[in-house]
């Protein structure tokens, strides 16, 4: 759960400027970091789509095997864990966003054995 107090410190402590006309795509939407970012870019108001497996992303979706769509994105934000990111890559080129932040976590590495 995303607690409010949380936010208005993002909001009090972060400059919005940069990306104030962005137009973000977000994959991962579901996940705990895309739940937060979700969060944070609507309270912004920056206009993004977001691509989740689940029905909480504005898009359904997968990233492995998703027809994307035909809207230029300035930024593609790619939180979509351990998935093969070349289809998101082809569409930030087709698209010809200016940042791409690639997004990962302790998953990549596999399971430690005890």
């Given amino acids: ?14 400059d919005f400027t940069e990306i104030r006309n962005a137009r973000i795509f977000l994959t991962g939407g579901s996940g705990w970091f895309g739940k937060w970012l979700t969060a944070i870019l609507k309270k912004a108001g920056i206009e993004f789509d977001v691509l989740s497996r689940t029905s909480t992303g504005t898009i ?6 998703f027809c994307y769509p035909e809207k230029k994105y300035t930024d593609i934000i790619y939180l979509a864990g351990e998935s093969d990111i070349r289809h998101t ?12 932040l690639f997004g990962s976590s302790g998953a990549v590495y596999g ?3 005890p």
């Fill in 60 to 65: 359904k979706g997968d990233v492995r095997s």
């Fill in 89 to 100: 890559l082809e569409f930030a080129k087709k698209c010809n966003c200016q940042r791409f």
């Fill in 1 to 14: 759960m995303i607690d409010p107090k949380d936010l208005d410190y993002i909001f009090d402590n972060v």
């Fill in 111 to 113: 399971v430690t054995p």
